[in-house]
């Protein structure tokens, strides 16, 4: 039994739940075609962020990207 369909719990967080489980749904399938676009690339989702960024952008340094991703070098 699903916890959305619990009777127990409040409709706002039975929406919640159901929209989180839509959500998570969502995520799989998106995560299947982007293994079927990418193959064997073997590209981490880092990366084709940070990919799909610099296309974006333009040409960018390291420190650039890095202050972009609020990480270090």
Do not use: C, K
């Amino acid at each position: 039994m699903e916890l959305s369909h619990d009777a127990s719990l409040s409709g706002d967080l039975r929406d919640v739940l159901r929209f989180a489980d839509s959500l998570s749904q969502a995520h799989f399938h998106v995560s299947e075609i982007v293994g079927a676009v990418h193959g064997d690339r073997q590209l981490a989702s880092a990366s084709r962020v940070i990919l799909r960024y610099l296309m974006a952008a333009g040409p960018r340094t390291v420190p650039e990207i890095a202050t972009w991703r609020a990480t270090s070098r």
